[in-house]
């Protein structure tokens, strides 16, 4: 069988189109692939799809998958076609081979997509000796492409959260279904127009606002004044992971202003309030009692207003839950230590986001998980510089997008 035949075979190289040359150069470690169509050949008009005669033809070259250690190349001369029907004119037919723009093949990008989702971008890039830049426009190029497929018209719970692209600068919020805990939409920023900017997604997507009965947030004031105005219908839900994370850093704030007084005592202490009391180990239980019996000190009291504020979320029901934060609200707003005040008129300002959990039982617990996922992505990649990458990313990792665009990978 000759070299042109088989490399067609392997292609999937069908009539008009067949592989015509096939060169071979291991100085410059690469293969080089020519494919072409007989004279006379007739064209589908991308418009109308009616066969046309070829108008003229334009050089192209697109990347395929290595040929083992060696970088692949196809060439062809792709024709354009002038159809008489009205609204075509002079139009390039599509290759079957390759996606319209794009400089590599469907193959290689496939290969892509399925890669970067276990490895780093930049490293692939290197892989293949191509810019990371361009791998980065093939993955958002198929993103967008799934994503418009998606269907949000049963979207009801959703849950929103942000991230940093850098360190401390240049922020992403997430926004996603708690039922189907898949993500739905990114933009940058963290202000309350993300909501704005999620609701117009919502909206292309066949979803509706005004079904959206619940939305599970942190205590931020731009999310909270975005579901106030965007999301009519959404009962807001204060997740408590960020209601105990508010008052563990009160603690940890306390605490670590009186080991400053008190080094001996509270020296690499700061785990031991910060832990649960059930997953110390035995020789720090016996640490933390020891601070606690040791004498009066506000770390301690600190950390009995967090132990008790964790016990409301033990509560069988919202009406026992409003007793425990109630005697819990009484308790520390008495407190002689500003911060726990502070923490106590917090909580008294959210006193309905916090209590409705027990009646939606939402958490954005899921959120902090992907979140981590992300965060790993991010540190393998050694950061993102363009905040649009990352969220594309996020979309691999818990978009639960369907790239039916893509071909099966050969096996």
Not at 110 to 124: G, H, K, Q, S
Not at 332 to 338: G, N, P, T, V
Request: proline share 5%; aromatic share 10%.
């Amino acid at each position: 069988m000759q070299p042109e035949v088989l490399f067609g075979h392997a292609l999937g190289i069908a009539p008009p189109w067949e592989v015509t040359e096939v060169s071979f150069s291991k100085e410059s470690s690469r293969l080089d692939i020519t494919i072409g169509f007989q004279r006379g050949t007739t064209f589908p008009c991308p418009v109308c799809g009616a066969m046309v005669p070829v108008y003229d033809t334009t050089e192209k070259e697109w990347r395929h998958m290595n040929f083992f250690q060696y970088e692949a190349y196809l060439h062809a001369k792709v024709p354009r076609v002038k159809c008489p029907n009205e609204g075509c004119g002079v139009k390039q037919v599509k290759v079957p081979w390759a996606r319209a723009g794009s400089g590599f093949t469907l193959l290689f990008e496939a290969l892509v997509m399925t890669m970067c989702r276990d490895m780093p971008v930049n490293v692939i890039a290197r892989l293949f000796a191509v810019t990371d830049t361009r791998l980065w426009r093939v993955i958002n190029t198929y993103v967008e492409m799934a994503r418009a497929q998606e269907d949000y018209s049963d979207v009801h719970r959703v849950g929103m959260d942000e991230t940093s692209v850098k360190r401390s600068q240049d922020y992403v919020t997430f926004f996603f279904d708690l039922d189907k805990k898949k993500l739905l939409f990114g933009t940058t920023g963290n202000g309350n127009e993300t909501v704005k900017e999620f609701v117009a997604d919502l909206k292309t997507h066949n979803g509706d606002p005004e079904q959206v009965t619940d939305a599970a947030i942190d205590m931020s004031k731009a999310f909270i004044k975005g579901v106030k105005e965007q999301l009519p219908n959404a009962v807001t839900t204060f997740d408590p992971f960020h209601v105990i994370k508010l008052m563990n850093d009160a603690m940890a704030k306390v605490r670590a202003e009186e080991a400053k007084l008190f080094p001996e005592i509270l020296k690499k202490s700061r785990y031991l309030f910060l832990k649960n009391p059930e997953n110390l180990t035995s020789e720090q239980e016996q640490r933390l009692n020891a601070i606690i019996t040791s004498q009066n000190l506000k770390s301690t009291e600190a950390y009995l207003h967090k132990l008790n504020l964790q016990n409301v979320y033990f509560a069988e029901s919202r009406q026992e839950a409003e007793v425990l934060l109630t005697h819990w609200y009484q308790d520390a707003s008495k407190s002689s230590l500003k911060l726990i005040k502070k923490m106590a008129n917090t909580v008294k300002d959210h006193w309905s986001g916090i209590l409705s959990h027990f009646d939606s039982n939402l958490t954005t617990g899921f959120l902090e998980g992907i979140n981590s996922l992300i965060q790993a992505a991010k540190a393998r990649a050694r950061g993102y510089r363009n905040p649009r990458n990352l969220i594309a990313m996020a979309f691999l990792i818990a978009g639960k997008l369907r790239f039916t665009s893509l071909p099966p990978l050969p096996t």
